[in-house]
């Protein structure tokens, strides 16, 4: 059966620190793999989507990053992070073939102090 | 300008009331789904509608796709504390994309 790992689950970081949040995919092969934000509570924001190794397309203009160096990881980057990334992170993938059913991690709640 | 309005945006309610949440826009999706969130965790898909009039149901929660496909509820009967959580909708809109797009979601809380 697939899995997908998400970490950290929690995560406090200062104004101006690097970040690097972390996501594996087990028991499928070229998934497509999607990070979301979501603030308190609320809908889900798609921050970047990816279709293959290396090939990241971004949704919104951001101080985020995004890579995937392997099939089946998805990795969240920041060079300095704002107190306006605060928020509740979550990675997902879905099968490539019909991408109907979106699977997520546990998400990382991440604070910027 | 949101492609999904849910509403209402919240809902708190006592154990044993019926609710409806709703889904609405004015596109056409090719589909619908419904996902519920609890705290501190990943929504998890709750059923997929297609079909335009389609209904589906799941124990005492009922789903319902519009027939023009625009806008979907969801009626949860004797609704239980363990329904506590986030509702989201989510769609794929016509035209190929494959991009699934989140509504606001509803937060219901039921109490016992």
């Known amino acids: 059966s697939q899995t997908i790992h998400q970490w950290p689950a929690t995560l406090v970081q200062p104004v101006g620190s690097p970040l690097s949040l972390e996501c594996t995919v087990e028991g499928t092969s070229n998934p497509n793999l999607y990070w979301y934000r979501q603030a308190a509570g609320r809908g889900l924001q798609l921050l970047f989507y990816s279709v293959g190794i290396g090939q990241i397309s971004s949704e919104v203009p951001q101080n985020l990053s995004a890579s995937r160096p392997q099939d089946r990881q998805f990795i969240l980057s920041s060079k300095k992070l704002l107190l306006s990334d605060s928020g509740f992170y979550l990675c997902?993938?879905?099968?490539?073939?019909?991408?109907?059913?979106?699977?997520f991690g546990s998400g990382t709640q991440l604070s910027v102090l | 300008t949101q492609l999904l309005e849910q509403s209402p945006q919240f809902l708190s309610i006592q154990e044993g009331e019926n609710l409806t949440v709703y889904c609405n826009s004015s596109?056409?999706?090719?589909?619908l789904q419904w996902y519920r969130q609890e705290p501190g965790e990943g929504p998890v898909l709750l059923v997929t509608v297609v079909t335009g009039g389609e209904v589906k149901k799941l124990k005492r929660l009922t789903f319902q796709f519009g027939d023009a496909r625009k806008d979907s509820s969801l009626h949860i009967t004797a609704a239980q504390p363990g329904d506590t959580g986030l509702y989201l909708c989510?769609?794929?809109?016509?035209?190929?994309?494959?991009?699934?797009?989140f509504g606001r979601g509803t937060s219901l809380i039921v109490h016992p």
């Open positions: 989510a769609v794929r809109p016509s035209g190929g994309s494959y991009i699934p797009t």
């Open positions: 997902a993938w879905s099968l490539q073939r019909t991408n109907e059913k979106l699977f």
């Open positions: 596109s056409v999706f090719s589909s």
